[in-house]
């Protein structure tokens, strides 16, 4: 069965400082994973998505990483700001032709002053 | 930009009353979710569409049953709500074509109070 683990599940950092966030996943055949921010009472926002042939990708301050052999991913914020407060969501899909991700349950990251 | 437009934001109903979730989007998407998202569990799948008048399954749907008569609406149904589907429900809409390179483009949900 296809999954996706995340860690860790909560993280508190100060503003300014950096933090890496994991996605670990079975899913196969693997076709893209996506990592989606999603603030609090508000839906997920895909923040990137990343092939089996990309190995890193930046969406400014966001930078996610994609290693297809050992099945992992991270999610590098750097400078943190307080606006990044909120859950970030590993999400993988398959190219087995269905439109069903699979998705972690989340990391919930808190910024403070 | 894509909007995915859930009717409610808060709602409060009473224990085995028949309960419907609106979800409409904008920019006509083959593909249309419902999802809830309990905390520690993360989004779990309930019922997803492919078409008009089209229907599966997910991975919870005990309890549920939704309707898409029209492409840019989904309809999300408790038959009979019972206290333990109190939960944040999600609407997410995308694009058929490239398979599943598409985003899911999220509705803001409805936070939904079984009492």
Redesign the interface.
């Known amino acids: 069965k296809n999954q996706v683990e995340q860690s860790p599940q909560s993280l508190i950092i100060l503003e300014g400082k950096n933090c890496t966030l994991q996605c670990n996943y079975t899913v196969s055949p693997f076709?893209?994973l996506?990592w989606y921010k999603q603030d609090t009472?508000?839906?997920?926002?895909?923040l990137t998505?990343m092939?089996f042939s990309e190995n890193t990708k930046s969406n400014g301050r966001y930078t996610a990483t994609l290693d297809a052999d050992t099945k992992q991913s991270s999610l590098h914020i750097t400078a943190s700001q307080l606006s990044d407060s909120a859950s970030y969501?590993c999400?993988v899909?398959?190219?087995g032709?269905?439109?069903?991700?699979t998705?972690?349950?989340?990391t919930s990251l808190i910024v403070h002053p | 930009d894509v909007k995915?437009t859930q009717s409610s934001r808060y709602l409060v109903k009473r224990t085995g009353e028949k309960v419907f979730l609106e979800c409409v989007q904008d920019m006509d998407h083959e593909?249309m979710f419902w999802y809830r998202q309990d905390p520690?569990?993360?989004?779990r799948?309930i019922y997803?569409s492919?078409d008009v008048k089209m229907k599966e399954k997910?991975d919870i749907p005990e309890g549920y049953s939704v309707s898409r008569e029209k492409k840019e609406r989904f309809s999300l149904i408790l038959e009979s709500a019972s206290t333990n589907q109190t939960s944040m429900y999600?609407c997410?809409s995308?694009r058929?074509g490239e398979?599943?390179?598409?985003?899911?483009h999220?509705?803001?949900?409805t936070r939904l109070s079984i009492l």
């Open positions: 076709s893209n996506r009472g508000r839906g997920p926002v895909s998505i092939t969501i999400v899909s398959d190219s032709g269905s439109y069903i991700p998705f972690g349950r989340g | 995915v593909n520690g569990l993360g989004l799948l997803f492919y997910g999600l997410a995308s058929s398979g599943s390179n598409q985003p899911q999220f509705g803001d949900g």
